[in-house]
Structures are given as C-alpha cells and as structure tokens.
C-alpha cells in the first residue's frame, strides 16, 4: 500500500540526528522517492547514509549560509526533479539560561549565534525552496517549540528565537499562499542530542548529556507522563506535507508536548 508521501521529493535541514533523523525516516517510510538531508555533521550524515542508502542525498553545510540552502535545492531538483516539502529543523538550545547570568558582550554574541541558526536559517530555506515549491504547490514546516507559546521551557534567547518561529510560519503562510503551505510543529521537552552554542562553549554539550535524570523531569512535569521520543513527532510532519491530508492547513503550529499546553508550564 502507498503511504501519504509516495513520490515526494522533501528537503530536510538538521536531519541527521534527533527529530530530524526520524522525520526523514518517516518520510521514506511514507514512499518519499527523495529525500535531501543538509546538516553540519559530516560522521552523522555518513552514519544516516549507510542506513538508509536508497532515495537519500546528504549535504554537508551550515544552514547560516545561504549557499547551503541554494545547494539543497538544487540536489532536490537534480535528483527528483521537483520539490514538495520542505522541512526547516536544524537548532542550537541555551540550556534555560536566564538573562541576568550573561555580560553584555556574551549577550550579543549567544544572541547573534542562536537567531542565526534558529531563525535565519529557516528563513534563508524559505528563501531558496519558495519558487520551486509553489510551483509544485508544496509546502513549508518548521520545527517550533513549546518555548514559542509558553515561557519557563527554556532560556530567555531561546524562547526568542521560538516566538519568531511562530510569527515565521504565520507571516509566511499568507506571504506565499495560495501555492505554497506554511506550517510548524510543536514539540515538547525531548530526549535528543540537540547541542548549544559555540558562544557559550556549548557547541558539543548535549541536552541528552543526562538522559535518565532528563526523562523524570520531563515526564515529571508532562500531563501524559513521559519523556518525548524524536519519532512521537513524526507522524505530525507527514501529516502536514500531505497534499492529501492536510489541504486546508497553512498558518498553523500543530503541538506534540504531551498536554503541557493544558495546564501551562
């Protein structure tokens, strides 16, 4: 049986680990017949090329610079010949870092580090996959966060950068309408590797660094009771990309954060 996806070329950026790596396994699980994925980690995206070889292209690049975003594009096109979806994903965390521990110059740098990768980056996707997807009449997801609705899920920059995520899909969704859908998913406290900042001396530090410890707080605090896997939000992504499934959907962030939502942070 065809999946919700058969024959779609998708564009993944930060998908080589985490809930990017199981957002492209789930697409060629639901019959993508291309899946381009862009990262910064060369071994990751060695590592996600060796399991799973067909219908995947892999590119090494920073999602800072619009070259890497023109260079996806570009490979979608080249090897499957349109584009259909493409999914911004790739961030950096500030491990709830509260605003009065930074100096003025920190600020400036953790500040510039965290919109850049987290804002701009999926800016500069838009920016690059626009054309080809109207002309598909594709669509548009970025990751969000429980962070871009609710304060106390993160620091004060990385909450920031979230609250323009959620102003980015909806602006763009009435930007590129009627071609193009502009969506977001939500997620909720994860269990990733999702890493911090260079500025912060973070860049190799990992959000899973205590996994255990992670899970009971996150299950502690989660109306469901328990800790987010990258593939309980998946389904969510395929859901969004589907002409068929999600035609009147554009402007929306749809949450996956076990009912946090419900009852605030």
């Known amino acids: 049986m065809a999946g919700w996806l058969s024959g779609y070329v998708a564009a993944v950026t930060g998908g080589a680990s985490g809930i990017g790596r199981s957002i492209v396994e789930r697409y060629l699980e639901e019959g993508a017949s291309t899946v381009v994925v862009l990262d910064r980690d060369a071994e990751r995206l060695a590592e996600l090329q060796a399991a799973c070889p067909d219908r995947l292209v892999t590119l090494q690049g920073d999602v800072r610079e619009a070259a890497s975003h023109e260079a996806m594009v570009a490979a979608a096109l080249k090897h499957g010949g349109r584009l259909d979806v493409l999914v911004g994903n790739a961030g950096v965390f500030d491990f709830n870092r509260p605003l009065r521990s930074y100096t003025p110059n920190r600020l400036n740098a953790t500040l510039e580090e965290i919109i850049a990768v987290n804002v701009r980056g999926y800016l500069l996707s838009a920016m690059a996959s626009a054309d080809a997807l109207a002309t598909s009449r594709g669509s548009m997801i ?124």
């Open 142 to 265: 970025f990751t969000c966060s429980i962070a871009g609705f609710h304060a106390g899920c993160a620091g004060t920059l990385y909450t920031i950068s979230k609250h323009a995520v959620v102003g980015l899909v909806r602006q763009l969704a009435l930007e590129l309408a009627p071609q193009v859908r502009v969506n977001g998913v939500g997620p909720g406290g994860t269990l990733t590797d999702l890493r911090g900042t260079a500025a912060l001396g973070h860049a190799e530090r990992s959000i899973g660094i205590h996994l255990e410890e992670t899970a009971r707080t996150i299950a502690g605090s989660t109306p469901l009771g328990f800790a987010q896997e990258p593939r309980d939000h998946a389904g969510l992504y395929v859901l969004l990309a589907s002409r068929e499934n999600a035609r009147a959907i554009t402007g929306e962030v749809l949450m996956s954060d076990g009912g946090v939502g419900v009852r605030g942070v």
